[in-house]
Structures are given as C-alpha cells and as structure tokens.
C-alpha cells in the first residue's frame, strides 16, 4: 500500500512517529494526518458519496484515533489500525442511515477534484465537456450500484480493488475471518458484474 | 475446507496455487463461462479503480487545521465562564456560608414555630371567648345563666356549654 509521504516523510518512520503521539506529541500526529488523509477521504468518500459526510467522518476518525493512539501495540501497521477505526466509524454510520432512512442517497457528484498521477510533469488536458458528463453519468452509475452493497460487502470491495489491501489485511482491518473476507468479496463483485456490465463492456 | 465462493474468489485473485487450484479447476463444470467470468471481474476491478482512485480531498490544509483545532480542544480543560473563573477561588467560603445560612434558616423557623403554637393553644383561647359570650348575656332577662366552653381532645370537639339561659340574645354570633 502506498501512502503519500514524500522523500523527506519517509525518512521519519511511521513507529516514530506513533512513539511520539503516544508521548503526547500533536506535531507527529499531524504528520501522520497528512501521509493518510487523501486516502482516508477517498475511502470513505466512496461508501458514503456525499462529501460533507466524508469530511465528518474522516475527520471523526482521525480524533478518535488521536484519542486511542496509547492503546496502539504496533501489531499491525500503522495504517491497518487507522483503516480499522475508518471502517467502524463509517459503517456504523451507515448502518444509522440506513436505519433512519431506509437507503442512501447521492449527491456532491461534481465537486470532487480528480488527481491526474501525471499532472505534475505532463500539461493538463482539458476534458471535453461530453467527456465530463459521460465521465459523471459513468460515476453516478458506480456509486449507485455499490449503494446497494451491504456497508461490509463494499468495504471489502473498495479495499481490494482500490487499495489493493490483501485477504488478511482486509480481514484485520473488519475484525472478521478471511474466509469472511473472500465470501463478501464473491457476492459483491456478483452483485456489481451484474449492475455494471453495460458500462465495463462499452468502455 | 474452503466454500465454492471462497475458493472462487481466491481463483479470480490468483491466489489458488498447486493441487488446490488444479481440483478448482477439474470441478468447473463450464471452463469457458469460468474464465469469462474471471475475465469480467478483471473488468469490473479495472473500472473501479480508474473511476474511484480519482476522488480526493479538496482542502487538504483546511481539513488539517480542523483537525489541530479539534485535538487542541481536546487536549486544554474546559473554558470556564468568566463568572465562573472568578469565583473559583472562593470556593471553600461558600460551603461554610451555605451551612450558616442553612442552621440560622432551621433556628427561625424553630422559633417562629413554637411561638405560633403557642399562640393557637385552646387553653388560653376558651376563657377568653367565654368571657365574651358571658359579656353578651344579659343579667336582666337570665340572671343565673353561666356559659362556658371546654375542649374534648379524644372527639377532637369544642363544646360551648350554656346553662340558665331564657333564650339566646338575638345577636348572639360565636365564631
């Protein structure tokens, strides 16, 4: 898994900087904010699709990391743990919504910044305004089709095909067995195939 | 013993190796559709990844600097009113002052109690309104007429007691 440390960050390892959270030290905290917070707002931003509530969340998640930072044994790595409290945070949030509302809506489709890996060397191309839409309608079918994932079965699903987590990371992560992991990852990508065929096929 | 949906997903993942994705293999019942199977998810992963990966944070700074503020918080005591900020100080005064107000308060009441009592007593109260009622007979028309009035606790009754009385003064009112 990468994370967005640069050169400089690297150099600081990840421990250390837990070490000195666990001292009490906000510096290194922050730190450790900026190397996973992109990440973070990227997962929850797609089980959640509303960006307000990603930012909540994320932010939910990092304070109740910072709060339970001592409790941290270094078993795992530091962003296994973090994703840990990301996914209860989230899930128990969407569990709530679904309870309170019978189903999850979509919105902030279109104030999300996209991060071209190649921006920084290559001149960005503007996208045509037909690709722009054709870009959003393909989004918005996405997001549709994994609103109807369980809160867990999508979870896994975005922590394998996105972040490219293994069967047992992904299993630390929700606190479940990796035969758990694989069997929600079969009924997922099943459901998904389904629902977004038409559009991994015309591409 | 792995279920078909574990060792299916292990097989499009590439995680079944040896024996074990040899047997996978000879269970298939359809190779073909099996594969094309494989070759949709890789799809579908593909499309994922190309379309989510892209969503990021828009305020990267801002979101930091809410965060710092959040753990600040978190980490100074409570802001207190300026009221309450002052009188922090004199905090052991106002139990003392408390507990005199309350004995002082208890002590007039006491007081203030006894004596109602004391005032409502029948005893002092009954010669009294028998030496009205005496005062409103009239010694002409009832010349041996004595009144008098006594409390009989057990029945809870006051019994005005009349004797040789001609008949009662026509403003006679005992209230």
Partial sequence: ????????????????????????????????????????????????????????????????????????????????????????????????????????????????????????????????????????????RIDKAIAQLSPEQRAVILMKEIEDMQYHEIAETLGCSIGTVMSRLFYARKKLQNLLRDVYENI | MKTFEEKWTAWLDGQLTGRELSEFEASLPDKAAAEAGKADARKLGELLKRELSARTLTNEEFFSHQLRERIARLRSPRRRPAWQARKRGSTWWTIPRLLWTGAMSLAVFLVFTVLVMHEKNPAEESPYLTQILNARVDPVTSPNATVSIFEVKKDRVTVLWTEGLQSLPADYAAK
């Fill in chain 1, 1 to 140: 898994m990468q994370t967005e440390a640069t050169p400089a960050q690297a150099d600081v390892s990840e421990l250390d900087l837990v070490r000195r959270c666990q001292a009490g030290d906000t510096e290194a905290f922050d730190e450790l904010v900026s190397r996973y917070r992109i990440r973070v707002f990227s997962m929850i931003y797609n089980m959640v699709h509303n960006e307000q509530d990603t930012w909540d969340l994320a932010q939910d998640s990092f304070v109740k990391a910072w709060k339970s930072i001592k409790r941290f044994r270094g078993r795992s790595s530091f962003y296994t743990w973090i994703y840990r409290i990301v996914m209860n945070v989230t899930i128990d949030w969407l569990r709530k919504k679904q309870v309170k509302g019978g189903g999850v809506e979509f919105d902030d489709l279109t104030q999300l910044r996209e991060v071209d890996p190649a921006s920084k060397t290559v001149p960005k191309k503007e996208a045509l305004p037909y690709e722009t839409m054709e870009r959003d309608e393909i989004r918005a």
